[in-house]
């Protein structure tokens, strides 16, 4: 038996007076997301460990039965991963948005969408200006970059910017969790105000500004670390021989790298509702004939949650379930071997909310000849009657591993 896990970032909502009082799953009732549901077992599962925050390195590495506890070092290390940046063992990587200001507030996240090829311009810029033996810019993908600092302390508390969209920036500041990371704090700090001066004089962000667009002019670093110690998931799990994942997120990338999968990099996977959703769905399809285990992760309605875009989130999980999982489940019907599939999402991301909340997500398991339990729809509510029950962590993975 082969596995595949299809992941839609930020997916689970709560429900929309717009939608009738429905949750967004509940108003779309995804075809094939449904026909699954019909056909397998469902339940719900509790992604985030307590005390950690719901992000998606914690969700998706508790997904993939990693003990969060033991691995966990933040975003940068992982993205540092998927980049292919060696870290040295005094390296403290951190996760750096290029993000948008206005009138003293966070506006987006995303630097109003920016394109890697602008924001790979922007980051060269800054570490030309801001870096040094010490200091280190280095592009990643879109407006998720790294910053990396040597003998940095990662005992600093950090705000994640997509969850403070409209709120003022500035009491959002690094703060040292301990005195010693107060040089860390302060450094990371100066960082972020000097970007912003500097930012603002790019021809960028100047045309930018002519057309009224919004600009990519502040950094934003947070999550932090140093270099994790995970297990391939080859170790933990007997069954799997092989796996490749496949995302456009290079936190998710860097995360399959440090489990021992093959990165798959799918042209026109952006990350954004705009995304290459056929091309991912053909290279899971590829991947499942050479590995047992495959991980698709699509991060649009995640996006689109955060943009507060109820329209383009509802479009995202339509794309997801008839451009993606729709070919994928009709190639693994003609294959000789059988192939589990699990759907579901890291967290929710609230459209009305445009955070990430640390509640159950809704989940479905489906392969051939497998006992359905009495659940007729996908979602939020109709889940809490599945088969699995309430599932906590890793006991997700061990039960996908059964099969």
Known sequence: MKHIIILGDGMADHKVERLGGKTLLQYARPEYMERLAKEGRTGRLITVPEGFPPGSEVANTAILGYDLNKVYE??????AASIGYEMADDDFAIRCNIITLEDGKIITHNGGNLE???ADVLIKYLNEHLGNDRVKFITGIQYRHLLVIKGGNKHIICNPPHDHPNEEWRPLLVKAEIPEAQETADLINDLILKSQELLAKHPYNI????????QANSIWPWSGGYRPSMQTLMAQYPQ???GAVISAVDLIQGIGRYAGLRIIKVPGATGLANTNYEGKAQAAIEALKKDDFVFVHVEATDEAGH???????LKAIDYLDKRLIK????AIEQMDED???AVLPDHPTPVELRIHVNEPVPFIIWHKGITPDEVQHYDEESCVSGGYGLLRLNEFMNELMKI
């Open 327 to 330: 070919p994928i489940l009709e």
């Open 307 to 313: 943009d507060g875009d109820l329209d383009l989130k």
């Open 207 to 214: 045309a930018k500004a002519a057309k009224g667009e919004r």
């Open 240 to 242: 799997v021989k092989s």
């Open 74 to 79: 933040g975003r940068g290390p992982l993205e």
């Open 339 to 341: 192939v589990c599939v």
């Open 116 to 118: 890697t090829a602008d």
